[in-house]
């Protein structure tokens, strides 16, 4: 998905490691993530901090990611993507216990 | 004197009571006899039971979130709490009670708030000072299946690039035989030697 002409497989030591970043990153970053779900939840009231975050996951991935892919193209359409980023910030805010690798690895697993 | 220990995360905050098991030789702080519990919302009513509805209502709450994430129908029914999804922001939590001739609460909750609650939850699990018997929770895989996971994964990618390979083999040389005529090689033979 990513911009990239070599394809290079993850391997499972990788894998594991990127999991733990991913994990660390969401325990601190779980006010702003919780933030971004209640936006979503009365956009009437409160509309600002949704649209800013889809506006910049949206520029991120067109600077980043191959946008021929058609699963790229799932990302970007309005449409769909509201599904696909609320799992993706719930699967987050759900790992940021002393558990949350192996939650996430489980969730990852089963995706 | 009864211990109480308080699990918060943003709006929602989870209060234990009870005493620890002086029998098992266990601290003054600990508590493995839970008498009362407490889960406070912000702006929604106070959520509070016995110890025999803890676990049931921290497993719906997991089953429930685990069916939300997974694309799977994300419906929760028993005998004593029901959660469904109202719409993928907003989650319906029907509590029942045990005693006859009282309503059941209804409460909706958002996203925030249900990954608030799980947090909680999740907290009270870690913590070294409340010993519960933990059973039936989605998340406390036994190491079996952990590594059944992880095999699972290897099995298949040791076995499908033969797999494939076997396959495309197979196709491609059955496509052959629409090229070869074994009478038209006959016919040659007989012209070659004609006795």
């Known amino acids: 998905m990513r911009k990239s002409y070599v394809g290079n497989n993850i391997k499972l030591n990788e894998f594991d490691a990127l999991i733990r970043i991913t994990v660390e990153m969401s325990k601190y970053l779980y006010p702003y993530i919780r933030d971004i779900l209640k936006s979503k939840e009365d956009l009437e009231e409160n509309s600002v901090i949704w649209n800013d975050f889809n506006k910049r996951f949206i520029e991120l991935i067109k600077e980043r990611f191959n946008m021929d892919s058609m699963r790229v193209k799932k990302l970007l359409n309005q449409a769909e993507n509201d599904e696909i980023i609320i799992k993706s910030l719930l699967t987050l805010s759900f790992s940021i216990s002393n558990q949350g690798y192996q939650k996430l690895k489980n969730f990852l697993y089963d995706f | ?195």
């Open chain 2, 1 to 195: 004197m009864q211990n109480k220990l308080s699990f918060h995360q943003s709006s929602v905050s989870l209060e234990i009571i009870g005493l620890p098991d002086y029998s098992n030789n266990e601290n003054k702080d600990q508590i493995s006899i839970i008498s009362q519990w407490k889960l406070t919302i912000i702006d929604k009513p106070l959520i509070e039971g016995k110890m025999e509805h803890l676990w049931p209502i921290m497993n719906a709450f997991y089953i429930y979130s685990n069916l939300l994430i997974k694309n799977e129908i994300p419906l929760f029914e028993s005998k004593l709490i029901d959660i469904k999804a109202d719409n993928l922001h907003i989650h319906n939590i029907v509590l029942k009670s045990s005693k006859p001739n009282v309503k059941p609460l209804i409460l909706k909750i958002g996203n925030s708030l249900l990954s608030d609650t799980i947090n909680c939850f999740d907290q009270l699990n870690d913590s070294p000072k409340v010993r519960i018997k933990k059973t039936n929770l989605p998340y406390n895989f036994s190491k079996k299946f952990r590594y059944g996971l992880n095999n699972k994964v290897k099995f298949f990618n040791f076995f499908i690039p033969p797999f494939i390979a076997i396959c495309s083999l197979i196709l491609f040389s059955s496509s052959f035989i629409y090229f070869y005529n074994p009478f038209e090689n006959i016919e040659n033979k007989e012209i070659i030697n004609p006795e």
